[in-house]
C-alpha cells in the first residue's frame, strides 16, 4: 500500500488516463435527477499540434468540467476538431509541392481525396495530445465539422439564411490573400504597423483638347499639376478620378476639370467628396474604386468606373498594360521609376501605417472587387447586442462585454465565400442556359438561373434545361464553427423546425453553460455563436464567455516559429508531467491576463507535485489499517494545532469553492499551494512527527493522541486531493486510490466522483486560528534572527518571555510547539525582565522575547559582516538612486521599470534599516 519512492509521472498518467476511458467516466447521457453543465471545446485545427494556448485552454476548460462534475452536475465536455479549409489546404498543397504538383495538376475530387487521407492520418495527433493533457472529454461524441452529419446543419443553415434574404450576393471590395488566392472575412485580415513610403506624384490636368501625354515635367509647367500622394502607387493604373474636399480651398477651381492619368494616358475627372481628409498627403487623393475600400463608397457615390488591375494570384493583368504579368510589388518599382524618368514624383517620403495581413499565411491582403456571397450582419446582430446589455451572457472579464458591444454595433456584412477546395461547398447552383452566375444584382432569391439547394436541382426552374452546374466556393470555415454549441448535439436532424421542438439531448444540454476562449477569437467565433444560436435555437448559446490571455515568452513576446521561442506543451508533459504543466500554467494565468512563459516556471507544478507525493507517503507509512472518523471526535479530544488546521481547511474549502465560482482559477490555485505547503506540511505535519514518530510502545492517552493525529492528517489529505484533482487529476488520483485501499468508506471508483467538499461551520474557530498565528509568528520571528545574524545551526537557543500572566501560561500551555520547532536549550517566562546585555528581540501580540547571543556568535565577526552588508546595500542603493535621477531613463524606460526600481530602492532602505538595528544590538561591551 506503501507509495513508491519516487513519483514517476508517465506511468502514472498513462496508466489513469486509459482506467478512466476504458471504464467511460468521461461520457454521460441526459439524466433528469442532475443539472446538465456543458462546455463544447473551441474545435482546434484538425491540422494542429498542441501548443501552449491549446494547453492553456482546454486546462481551464477540464478543471472546469471536473469541478462541476465533483459537485454533482451531470458534466458534458463536447470534444471535435475544425476542418480548417484554408489551413488544412495550405498543408496539403506544400505536400504535394515536394512531389512536383499543384492541386490544379490533381483537380478537384482527386485533390480531397488527398486531404481525407492526410486528415485520416494526422487529423487525429491533437486529439491524443489533448489526452495527454488529462482532458476529460466525452470522446464517443467527438465531432468534426465536416462530417456528413454536420454538414447537413452547414446547408440547413446557409438555406434558411437564404430564404430570408441574409444571404446575398454582390461585386465588392473584400480582403484578397494572392497566396491563399481567397476572399477572407475583416476579421481574417488583421492589421499591422509596417515601414511603407508615401509617395507623391503629379497628375497633370487637362488643358487642350488635343493635349499630348507629359514626356516630362518643366517647372514652367507646375500650375497644370494637381499632386496626390499614395502608399500604393503600382494601384493608380486602375484610378478613375482624383478627389478632393469641397471646403479646400486650395483645390476648388480644379472641381470638375480633368487629368491626365500618367503613364497610362488616360483622362479622369476631379470629384469633390467631404470624405476627403484635407490633412492627409497634399489633400488631393487618386480614386482607385476596385482596390480600396473607401475609394470603392467614392466609386459607388459619384458612378465612376471600375477597374480591376490584378490578378488573382497578385499580379498585373491586361488592364495594368505594359506592367501585366508583373508581380504588385516589383510593379510598384517599375510605375516609381517610370515616374522619376518623366518627372511626376515629386518625392518619396517614410511613411509608417497598418496593413491587413492575411492571417494563415501572413501575407499582404490586397482590397480586391470580386463577386462574393455575404451574410447581412445587422439583423442578425441586434438580438445578440441585446442579451448581453440584459446581462443574458456575461463576459469574464467584465471588460470584454464593452469590446464585444462595440464592435457588434459596428459590425460589417460577413464574405462567406472562399475560392478553395476543401470545405463546405456552397449549395448554389447555375443555369448555363439562363447565365445566372453573370448577374450583378445583389438579391440571387429572384434572379434567374440561381438554384439553392442541399442537392443538385435535376432541371433549371426556369427555362428547365439540365445543363446545371455548383458554384466552385467553399463556405469560410466559421459560417460552420459558429453552428458549435447547438449543432454538436444533433441540430436539425434532432430539432422540428416548424414547433421548434428538441429532442432530449438538445433540450437537456443546450444552452451549454460557460464558453472557455482566447481573445483573439472573440470576432470570428464568440459573436457569430451567439447570433447563431438566437437565430437557429431561439436562445442563447451559452451563459458565461471566460476570455484568457494570450501565452507569451517570458520577455512578452507572441510565441512562434519564426521567433525561436516556441515551448513545446508535449515535452513539458514528458520533462515534468500532465499535472506540472496544468498547475504551473494556471498558477500564472491572472483572468483576461497574458502569461509570460518559460521553462523553469514548470519546475514550481513538478516540485509542487513531490511535495504532495512526499507528504502523502509520509502519512500513509505512519496510518494504520482503520481510522477513527473525525466526526466522532470532541473538541476536548483536540490540541490547538488540530483546532488551526481543520478551521484553515474549512476556510481553504470555501475560499477554493469561491474563487472556481469565479472562474478566479490562479487564486484557487494559489490558495492550494498556500494550504498545503506553507500550513499544512510546513506546520501541522512537523509538529505531528515527534507524535508518530516515536519508537517505544504508547498506551493510555498518548495512544489515543496519536491516533487523532492519525486521523486528522488522514482527513486532510484526502480533503485536500478532492479539491486538488481538477487541477492535478493524475497524482490526486493515484494517492486517492491509496487512502482508497486504507478507508472502506471511500466508495467512489474514482476521485473524480467523489463529492466536491463543503465546508463545515462548526469546525471553524477564529480563536485556534488567532492563538496558533502566535505561535507561528515566534518561531517566524526567531528562525529569521538565526538567520540574519548567522546563527550556526547547532547552537541550542534560550528563549526569555515577557508578558502579564494570561499571556505567560498561554506559552507554557503550548510550550511543546515551541520545543518541536526551534532548537531550543531552555525557556524562561517572567511578568518583569530588563533585556539582556547582546540579545536580540522581538514582539509578538504584547508578548516579548528575547534571544541572548553572547557565547553564540562572535560579536567582532559579526559587526565586520554586517558593515559588509551595509555597505553593499549602499552601493546598490547609489546605482539605483542615479538610474532614477537619470532624466533620459525616466522619459524612455516604461513605466512599469521605473516603478520596479523605485520598488527595488524601497526595499533596499528597508533593508538597511534592518542591518543597522542588527548592529546597534551588538555594539561593543564597552
Known amino acids: ?148 452529419e454536420y454538414s447537413e446543419a452547414v446547408l440547413e443553415t446557409f438555406i434558411r439564411l437564404y430564404e430570408k434574404g441574409l444571404i446575398y450576393r454582390g461585386n465588392y471590395i473584400i480582403n484578397w490573400c494572392p497566396r491563399c488566392q481567397t476572399a477572407l472575412s475583416d476579421e481574417e485580415a488583421p492589421y499591422e504597423e509596417v515601414e511603407g513610403n508615401l509617395y507623391y506624384i503629379s497628375y497633370p490636368l487637362k488643358l487642350t483638347s488635343n493635349q499630348q501625354p507629359v514626356t516630362r515635367k518643366t517647372k514652367e509647367s507646375e500650375a497644370t499639376y494637381i499632386v496626390v500622394a499614395t502608399t500604393r502607387p503600382e494601384t493608380m493604373l486602375g484610378d478613375t478620378a482624383v ?32 470624405i476627403i481628409d484635407m490633412d492627409f498627403g497634399t489633400g488631393a487623393v487618386k480614386v482607385t474604386p476596385a482596390h480600396d475600400p473607401n475609394d470603392y463608397l467614392l466609386g459607388r457615390k459619384h458612378k465612376l468606373e471600375f477597374i480591376n488591375i490584378l490578378n488573382p494570384d497578385g499580379t498585373m493583368n491586361e488592364r495594368a498594360g505594359k506592367f501585366r504579368g508583373l508581380d504588385r510589388f516589383e510593379c510598384r518599382k517599375k510605375v516609381v521609376e517610370e515616374l522619376e524618368k518623366i518627372g511626376l514624383l515629386e518625392k518619396v517620403e517614410p511613411y509608417r501605417h497598418s496593413v491587413g495581413h492575411c492571417y494563415r499565411c501572413h501575407t499582404i491582403i490586397e482590397p480586391y472587387l470580386s463577386r462574393q456571397w455575404f451574410v447581412r450582419m445587422k439583423p442578425l446582430a441586434k438580438p445578440a447586442i441585446k442579451v448581453v446589455k440584459k446581462g443574458k451572457i456575461k463576459f469574464f472579464p467584465p471588460r470584454w462585454t464593452k ?25 448554389v447552383y447555375y443555369c448555363k442556359n439562363c447565365q445566372g452566375e453573370k448577374s450583378e444584382i445583389e438579391n440571387p432569391k429572384s434572379e434567374k438561373g ?70 483573439e477569437i472573440i470576432f470570428f467565433w464568440v459573436a457569430r455563436m451567439i447570433m447563431a444560436g438566437l437565430e437557429f435555437m431561439r436562445e442563447i448559446p451559452f451563459r458565461h464567455v471566460y476570455i484568457h490571455g494570450t501565452v507569451r515568452d517570458i520577455t512578452g513576446k507572441k510565441m512562434s516559429k519564426s521567433l525561436g521561442n516556441i515551448i513545446d506543451p508535449v515535452e513539458i508533459i514528458k520533462n515534468f508531467g500532465a499535472d506540472a504543466l496544468r498547475f504551473s500554467l494556471i498558477s500564472i494565468t491572472a483572468v483576461g491576463q497574458d502569461i509570460f512563459l518559460s521553462d523553469e516556471k514548470f519546475k514550481s507544478g513538478r516540485n509542487f507535485g513531490n511535495k504532495i507525493w512526499n507528504a502523502a507517503r509520509f502519512i500513509l507509512m505512519h496510518s494504520p489499517q482503520f481510522k477513527i472518523p473525525i466526526s466522532q471526535l470532541r473538541e476536548n479530544d483536540l490540541s490547538l494545532a488540530d483546532r488551526w488546521i481543520l478551521s484553515r481547511l474549512q476556510k481553504t474549502i470555501h475560499s477554493v469553492t469561491s474563487a472556481l ?9 494559489s490558495i492550494l499551494y498556500q494550504f498545503f505547503w506553507h500550513e499544512f506540511c510546513d506546520w501541522y505535519l512537523e509538529l505531528t512527527k515527534p507524535i508518530l514518530m516515536k519508537t517505544e510502545q504508547l498506551t493510555g492517552s498518548h495512544q489515543k493522541q496519536k491516533e487523532i493525529t492519525q486521523a486528522i492528517l488522514f482527513e486532510i489529505l484526502e480533503v485536500f486531493l478532492r479539491l486538488l484533482h481538477p487541477f492535478m487529476p493524475f497524482i490526486t488520483e493515484e494517492i486517492w486510490y491509496k487512502l482508497k485501499e486504507k ?75 515551541l520545543e518541536a520547532l526551534l532548537n531550543i536549550e531552555s525557556l524562561e517566562f517572567y511578568t518583569e525582565i530588563k533585556k539582556p546585555r547582546f540579545s536580540s528581540s522581538l514582539v509578538v501580540e504584547g508578548i516579548e522575547l528575547y534571544i541572548p547571543l553572547e557565547g553564540i556568535i562572535d560579536f567582532g565577526k ?61 555594539q561593543d561591551r564597552d
Request: with cysteine.
Open 403 to 427: 469590446i464585444y458591444l462595440n464592435w457588434m454595433e459596428n459590425i460589417h456584412d460577413w464574405c462567406i465565400s472562399r475560392q478553395i477546395w476543401w470545405g463546405h461547398r456552397l449549395p
Open 243 to 274: 478627389a478632393v474636399n469641397p471646403k479646400d480651398k486650395r483645390y476648388k477651381k480644379f472641381i470638375g476639370k480633368t487629368v491626365i492619368l500618367p503613364l497610362v494616358n488616360r483622362e479622369i475627372k476631379i470629384i469633390a467628396d467631404s
Open 862 to 922: 559579526e559587526r565586520k559582516r554586517i558593515a559588509e552588508e551595509i555597505k553593499e546595500v549602499d552601493d546598490c542603493l547609489e546605482r539605483i538612486e542615479d538610474k532614477l535621477r537619470n532624466r533620459e531613463f525616466l522619459q524612455h524606460a516604461p513605466p512599469e521599470i521605473v516603478e520596479k526600481e523605485k520598488k527595488k530602492r524601497d526595499e533596499l532602505k528597508q533593508e538597511k534599516e534592518k542591518w543597522i538595528k542588527h548592529l546597534q544590538e551588538i
Open 743 to 817: 478507508d472502506t468508506r471511500l466508495r467512489e471508483e474514482s476521485i473524480m466522483f467523489s463529492p466536491w467538499p463543503v465546508p463545515e461551520e462548526s469546525l471553524i474557530d477564529g480563536v485556534a486560528e488567532k492563538k496558533m498565528n502566535i505561535i507561528q509568528e515566534i518561531v517566524k520571528g526567531v528562525r529569521n534572527i538565526c538567520m540574519e545574524m548567522d546563527v550556526p545551526r547547532e547552537k541550542k537557543l534560550k528563549l526569555i518571555f515577557k508578558s502579564e500572566e494570561k499571556g505567560l501560561n498561554f506559552l507554557q500551555q503550548n510550550r511543546i510547539y
Open 661 to 669: 465560482e469565479r472562474y478566479n482559477l490562479n487564486e484557487s490555485a
Open 1 to 148: 500500500m506503501e507509495l513508491p519512492i519516487r513519483y514517476n509521472s508517465q506511468e502514472v498518467e498513462d496508466k489513469w488516463y486509459k482506467f478512466w476511458e476504458d471504464k467511460g467516466f468521461f461520457h454521460t447521457e441526459p439524466d433528469p435527477k442532475k443539472k446538465p453543465f456543458t462546455i463544447v471545446i473551441p474545435p482546434p485545427n484538425v491540422t494542429g499540434i498542441l501548443h501552449m494556448g491549446h494547453a492553456l485552454n482546454n486546462t481551464v476548460q477540464d478543471i472546469i468540467i471536473r469541478f462541476k462534475r465533483m459537485q454533482g452536475y451531470n458534466a458534458l465536455w463536447i470534444p471535435g476538431t475544425d476542418h480548417a479549409g484554408i489551413a488544412t489546404q495550405n498543408v496539403v498543397e506544400k505536400s504535394l509541392a515536394q512531389e512536383g504538383l499543384t492541386r490544379q495538376d490533381l483537380g478537384r475530387e482527386k485533390f480531397l481525396e488527398r486531404v481525407w487521407e492526410w486528415k485520416g492520418k494526422y487529423g487525429s495527433t491533437i486529439i491524443q495530445q489533448l489526452k495527454k493533457l488529462g482532458a476529460s472529454c466525452d470522446w464517443n461524441r467527438t465531432r468534426f465539422t465536416l462530417d456528413d
Open 450 to 519: 440561381i438554384m439553392v439547394s442541399k442537392i443538385k436541382p435535376e432541371k433549371c426552374r426556369w427555362c428547365g434545361s439540365t445543363d446545371i452546374y455548383q458554384d466552385e466556393d467553399v463556405l469560410d470555415t466559421w459560417f460552420s464553427s459558429w453552428l458549435w454549441p447547438f449543432a454538436t448535439l444533433g441540430w436539425p436532424k434532432h430539432y422540428n423546425l416548424a414547433t421548434q421542438k428538441r429532442n432530449n439531448e438538445l433540450s437537456y444540454f443546450y444552452p451549454t453553460s460557460v464558453l472557455v476562449t482566447a481573445q
